[in-house]
C-alpha cells in the first residue's frame, strides 16, 4: 500500500487523489470480503512510519 502509494505522489498524484485511491482500495476489499490493506501501518523509507486515516 505505501509503495503503491509512494509511486503515485512521485509521479505527481495530489494530496487528495492519493486519499481517493487509498478509500477506493478499501471499498474494493470490503465488497470482496478481504482483508483491507490500508487498515495496515505503514513504513517506507521516505515516509516513515505513518497512519492514513479515512476520511
Known sequence: MAAYLD????KGAE???LCR???SI????QML???????A???TPKT???MLPLR
Open 7 to 10: 509511486e503515485r505522489a512521485g
Open 15 to 17: 494530496p487528495e487523489s
Open 21 to 23: 485511491y487509498r478509500e
Open 26 to 29: 478499501a471499498k474494493i476489499h
Open 33 to 39: 470480503d478481504l482483508k483491507d490493506p490500508t487498515q
Open 41 to 43: 501501518e505503514l513504513d
Open 48 to 50: 516513515g512510519t505513518l
